[in-house]
């Protein structure tokens, strides 16, 4: 066994530890290999302490909030891979929302529904966390979650800070949590009054438009790749004639061509192998080279 199994679970208690965990359980692509080690904090303390103790002690070291926006290889993660998910407080105070970071953005739009709070209805449907969520500046529908944050606590090389939206560096799909390699320990929600009845019934539009034309029978992570500037990655993939294209059970979705999906056991290797060969025929047929949107993992920088 690595040392540092033992050495951690020995200095940061409070949390539930799986040695060898499969991670394709905890993504909703349903792919990836053994984690060395798994932890859940029990509190944000333990969370801190447990990436103190990557950062000191050199450990790889991943946090997965839902697993929605991951692709983790086939080989596993050789390292400590922490879930938030008990850190998942989520409290109201007259028009604010304040979530820890493993709250589920359907509690968190739930929450705001039920206090009548506006603002969040058009994120209904995205299946991440508050601190996934922050960290992507996941959007749909014209709306993205930096709409209605105003404020974020985050540990930022060992320090807990307060950065205001107004220096979160937010923009499509980016935000200072990745570039600079912070986590998110909290978000606050500035939101508006609004009816309970208007609230629902855009939850209810939202979340129609999602059955309709996303394939969420199938796992994957969402659509696969950034949108293009003045274009939509589905619509070139389709143009490309690669809808229902296959590399063993990794598909290009017929529903909709920007979903890579996952037709059952397939591995990060045919996903893999499937983005390159949309990125190729894309290319080759309208010169636009589409980025992954989905964080691949020993590929980008998630690891630190
Ligand atoms: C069916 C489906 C539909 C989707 N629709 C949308 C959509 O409409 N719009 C959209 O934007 N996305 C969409 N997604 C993608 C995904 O749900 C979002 O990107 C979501 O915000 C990811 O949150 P997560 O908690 O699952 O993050 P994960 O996938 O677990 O992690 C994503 C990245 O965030 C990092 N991370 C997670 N938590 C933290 C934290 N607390 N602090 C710092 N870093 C952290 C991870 O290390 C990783 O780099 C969809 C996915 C699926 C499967």
Redesign the pocket.
Known sequence: MREWIAELQTRVTDCIYREGEPLSG????RIGGKAALLAEPAHEEALCALIAFARAERVPC?????????LIPDEGFDGLVIL?ARLNRIDARQDTLTAQ??A??GTLTQKALECGLGGLAS?T?????????????????GS??SDTVSEVR??CGGEIRTIPVSEARFGY?RSI??SEG????SAVFSLGKDSEESIRRRMGEVMEM?RQK???EY?????FFKRPEGHFAGALIEQAGLKGERVGNAAVSEKHAG?LINLGGATCADVLALMRLVQKRVFDMSGVMLEP???IIGR?N?VF
């Open positions: 905890y993504t909703t692509f991943l946090l997965i909030g839902n697993g929605s926006n991951l938030p970071c493993g589920m953005l994120l449907g995205i299946p991440g966390t508050v601190g996934g969520a922050v960290y992507m500046n996941a959007g749909a529908f993205q979650i985050a540990l799909r949590f990745a912070m986590t998110v320990l999602r996303q394939p969420l796992p994957s992570a969402g659509s979903f949107e989905v964080k980008e998630v």
